[in-house]
């Protein structure tokens, strides 16, 4: 079992950048395939970034160039660096995380949650 505790968010101004963390808990964080997701209101959660167990990492299109994850196996925490924020970045953060050796894509099937962090861009 994993429980994620996302933290970072907060309200910012168009071009402002924000570190969001995630901490999980439980044994064996390294094997995991970690995610960020998102959800803006009135909206379907999409993906945003992953990184596998191995280090490599995906991106969805709207946040490439701008967006990095990374991870710390040994404080057992994922982060995600968003730099260039801007109003449409605004939605509710979600961590996710899978014990696996695939790539973190969109497609991989998440089986532990956060409870998410809000990220508010003004414009």
């Known amino acids: 079992q994993v429980q994620l505790v996302e933290s970072g968010g907060g309200l910012v101004q168009a071009g402002d950048s924000l570190r969001l963390s995630c901490a999980a808990s439980g044994r064996m964080f390294s094997t995991y395939a970690m995610a960020w997701f998102r959800q803006a209101p009135g909206k379907e959660r999409e993906f945003v970034a992953g990184?596998?167990?191995?280090?490599?990492?995906d991106y969805s299109d709207p946040v490439k160039g701008r967006f990095t994850v990374s991870r710390d196996n040994a404080h057992n925490t994922v982060y995600l660096q968003m730099n260039n924020l801007k109003p449409e970045d605004t939605a509710v953060y979600y961590c996710?995380?899978?014990?696996?050796?695939?790539?973190?894509?969109?497609?991989?099937?998440?089986?532990?949650w956060g409870q998410g962090t809000q990220v508010t861009v003004s414009s």
């Open positions: 990184i596998n167990r191995s280090g490599f990492t």
């Open positions: 996710a995380a899978v014990l696996s050796w695939a790539r973190a894509s969109a497609n991989l099937k998440y089986d532990y």
